[in-house]
């Protein structure tokens, strides 16, 4: 964890932990986990709020818990960009971490596979291994999700790949 | 096409005999030629060769498997006409698994089973097999396209969907399950699953799948810096599975960064990739036609040209439930196994007759039993190859979890909890 901000690793320290190791196909353990992805997420986001903090919605869009969809956002230069999340519990969860996709940035930046799923591999997967099966939905997002926010969304900002949404026209004030 | 352009070339013939001035045939001559060259161009226009029946080994040019039949008469393969019963699985058809479709396709393979969710793109087409005006095709579909003509003895099925999602994973399971290409054979649908994939997540979800199915399968891959890549045989129960071993920077707790470049998409090499593929292949048909000795795990470093080999047994503590399972299922047939080899050799020693090699032995020269050995052999086989270190502790040594505390009975609902987490988002 050493690299980490104070900030994320005592907001990391707050999530709850989960403790059952279970995945989709594991029926009344999938439940279970179910229960404690709801609770590490509620109070994720609730110290968000508290915190004035608040940058991402995310549900379950079926009601076994195996597609999530979304929003996020990050603010840059006092404006705020907005964007679709979505991703699958994969199979294998929680030995496999959530792709986390953001559509609307597919194919804007290196950092991201096909179909955008962002680039998890090096600052994110190898401490969803080592803590497995302690991470859940909510780790994925404050240790996965928001560094890529923080890194991603200023360079494809001021590289002009995104615009905010109310610069409709081409001339771009700073 | 062919009659009109003889029909020239014979008009040409007659016009060369009927024409007094002998340097005016020069001209002609050129003409016939050009005939001559359009009508073997017209030859090749790509016909689709028909079914073939029965393999044959007669040595004809229009024979499409006399150089594979040849492998028996060398004494090499005791019956390859076995190879089409085979039913291969190939999951993902990139660098390694669409060369590897190929090799088999050429090799009169029975049926293939093609996984993958990708399309065609130009930044493919430093790699083999896929050609440029296939961009924007599915993989599967443009391997189909290209395999079908090479060989349309093949059976090839395609399935263009994502295997570490849910859904996608059944069908993945139900595929291999399905028996109606070979109905009597036991287990399931396959005789061998070919992962290619080129992530941790599909390789995980290749090792459930198998696992839970008693599947052998073959492991691929290649280094993001294209310089080397290993194939490795998993046999459930028998040898370690893909979640036996942790990931290098899970297990050594080393700093992840120092293996990784930040930002640098994974390079990639046609050569590399044949290479692996050619090994995969290799291998999968020494398996299936039993010939030769199969590597349970084979590296490849192209910068010394170095193949390491090794086995690896599964893990004890493996976090796989369905691999533990296939582990007890292992020793429990054990004292089975033992006895068939027994007697195997006991028949092969029967067929040995019992006369001295040799009337006189002037140097005293004796044979060791083979057993001891291979005794001596198993307790020296913690030592590795030259040029290989372990990264992890040996599984007696690594300390045992902490056992699990007793999960605090869960008295919420999850319904509650998820209009919990609703009335937050709103």
Known sequence: MEGWDPNTKSTLTQIPLLTTKAGPRDGAAWTQRLKEEYKALIAYTQMNKSNDNDWFRISAANPEGTRWIGKCWYIHNLLKYEFDLQFDIPVTYPSTAPELELPELDGKTQKMYRGGKICLTIHFKPLWAKNCPRFGIAHALCLGLAPWLAAEVPILVDSGMIKHKDDTTSTSES | ?426
């Open chain 2, 1 to 426: 096409m062919e009659a009109e352009l003889k029909d020239m070339w014979n008009d040409l013939e007659s016009l060369k005999h009927s024409l007094t001035d002998p340097s005016l045939r020069g001209p002609v001559d050129k003409l016939q030629l050009h005939v001559e060259r359009l009508t073997n161009l017209s030859k090749s226009v790509p016909v689709r060769r028909s079914k073939v029946k029965d393999m044959s080994a007669e040595v004809v040019d229009s024979n499409p498997y006399s150089r594979l039949m040849a492998l028996q008469r060398m004494g090499i393969v005791e019956n390859y006409e076995r190879i089409r019963e085979f039913s291969v699985a190939i999951v993902g058809i990139g660098g390694v698994g669409s060369v590897a479709a190929e090799m088999l396709t050429r090799c009169g393979i029975g049926r293939l089973l093609l996984y993958d969710y990708d399309k065609v793109e130009l930044a493919n087409m430093n790699r083999l097999f896929f050609r440029p005006e296939q961009v924007g095709m599915t993989k599967t579909d443009a391997a189909v396209q290209t395999l079908a003509d090479i060989n349309p003895d093949v059976v090839l099925e395609s399935y263009t969907f994502n295997i570490t999602t849910v859904q996608g994973f059944e069908t993945f399971m139900s595929s291999l399950r399905n028996k109606s290409f070979s109905p009597t054979k036991e287990g399931s649908g396959v005789d061998l699953v070919l992962s290619c994939v080129d992530n941790y997540e599909a390789r995980m979800a290749v090792n459930q799948a198998c696992n839970e199915l008693n599947q052998t399968w073959m492991e691929s891959g290649v280094s993001e810096d294209a310089v080397s890549g290993h194939i490795q045989l998993l046999i459930p129960g028998e040898t370690a599975c893909f979640a036996c071993a942790p990931p290098l920077v899970v297990a050594s707790g080393i700093d992840e960064r120092t293996l990784k470049r930040e930002g640098v998409c994974a390079a990639s090499l046609p050569t590399t990739m044949g290479v692996v593929a050619g090994l995969l292949v290799q291998n999968t048909l020494k398996f299936l036609l039993k010939f030769g000795h199969v590597s349970p795990y084979l590296g490849y470093n192209s910068l010394k040209d170095y193949f390491p080999t090794m086995e690896m047994r599964p893990n004890p503590q493996c976090s796989n439930v369905a691999c533990l399972e296939r582990q007890k299922e292992f020793i429990i047939a054990k004292p089975a196994r033992d006895a068939a080899a027994m007697a195997k050799m006991e028949a092969e020693a029967l067929t040995v007759e019992e006369i001295p090699l040799h009337a006189d032995n002037e140097w005293n020269i004796s044979v060791v039993d083979e057993v001891e050995i291979e005794t001596v052999g198993a307790t020296s086989s913690d030592a590795l190859p030259e040029g290989l270190v372990r990264e992890l502790p040996n599984a007696d040594e690594s300390q045992h979890p902490p056992p699990a505390e007793p999960a605090a009975p869960s008295l919420d609902d999850l319904e509650d909890l998820k209009r919990q987490l609703e009335a937050l988002n709103s």
